[in-house]
């Protein structure tokens, strides 16, 4: 739960808002009428903000989400994911889990938004390098983790940079090309390094790419042909450990193939869930409850 008065007795906040952020904020929390944010109001506030910006989920525009990835509501957010119970949880577990593992000593948080994750890596192994890996990071994060001394924020990142672990939670159902972004967070890693993601391929919210939603049942095949054997879920967490037992070369035109295939697997459950369904629901009352179907059929009509 994150309050109005919580931001405006934080002197550090403050300090690091512009005055348009600041009538924005005031804005968005009269906006939903309550003197408190939580989960479900932050992605009504996302939602919103997508839809003043003029961005469109079918048809991306760099310019219109560069400006939604870097509103205050995405400041809102980063300061209720310290707030919010199971957000919490997740992270702690997935913490617990890099920190026990001596031999990761480098570890990359890859869209790590306000930099909460790196900073409870720290609390828990402070001789941890952590780099978040976050192209619009607000000033009031960045100037939080200045106490932290081995962790650090970086806007760009390179293939000759190796990490012993990485970590993504929610990034990849945010980009049009989630196989290829994938890729780039596996050249990251290195050999027998590991990476924990967790994503959510469902439309939640309208930031959450409906190109990718067929990754929901079917990302663990590009994880295997792309060299990362999975090693179950991260107890405690909504994410899953992968380690890099193979560095390979990518075969792009396989990739793209098994891409095109779930991609219209994923269109034919749709089609099934919209219209074969119903029918199947109405086949099944008429052969149990004949009755029941008629006087349903009946009052279809009478609204008609």
């Known amino acids: 739960m994150l309050t109005i008065d919580q931001i405006l007795e934080n002197s550090l906040l403050l300090s690091t808002l512009s005055s348009d952020e600041y009538d924005e904020i005031q804005r968005m929390f009269k906006g939903i009428q309550s003197p408190t944010l939580e989960l479900p109001e932050i992605w009504s506030l996302m939602d919103k903000v997508w839809h003043n910006l003029g961005c469109d989920n079918q048809k991306l525009e760099s310019e219109k989400l560069q400006a939604f990835y870097q509103h205050p509501v995405w400041l809102l957010n980063g300061l209720l994911s310290d707030r919010d119970p199971l957000s919490v949880q997740h992270r702690e577990a997935i913490a617990q889990w890099i920190t026990a593992q001596e031999h990761l000593k480098k570890v990359i948080d890859f869209g790590g938004g306000s930099g909460v994750m790196a900073q409870k890596i720290h609390q828990l192994s402070p001789h941890r390098y952590v780099d978040i890996y976050e192209p619009y990071p607000h000033p009031y994060f960045v100037k939080m983790i200045q106490a932290y001394p081995t962790v650090q924020f970086i806007n760009q990142y390179s293939d000759h940079d190796q990490y012993d672990c990485l970590v993504s939670l929610d990034v990849l159902e945010h980009t049009d090309d989630p196989i290829a972004l994938l890729s780039q967070m596996i050249s990251l890693?290195?050999?027998?390094?590991?990476?924990?993601?967790?994503?959510?391929?469902?439309p939640v919210i309208q930031c959450h790419i409906p190109s990718t939603f067929y990754l929901h049942h079917s990302l663990s095949r590009f994880t295997e042909k792309m060299g990362l054997f999975d090693c179950g879920e991260c107890v405690g967490s909504h994410a899953k450990i992968y380690q890099k037992k193979l560095d390979i070369e990518f075969n792009w035109s396989a990739l793209r193939a098994l891409e095109r295939k779930y991609q219209n697997i994923h269109r034919l459950r749709l089609w099934r869930i919209r219209y074969l369904q119903p029918w199947k629901s109405r086949l099944q009352l008429l052969l149990y409850d004949p009755g029941a179907m008629y006087q349903k059929l009946w009052k279809s009509r009478q609204h008609e």
């Not at 990476?195 to 959510?200: E, K, V």
């Open 189 to 202: 890693v290195k050999k027998g390094g590991y990476l924990i993601l967790a994503a959510c391929f469902h």
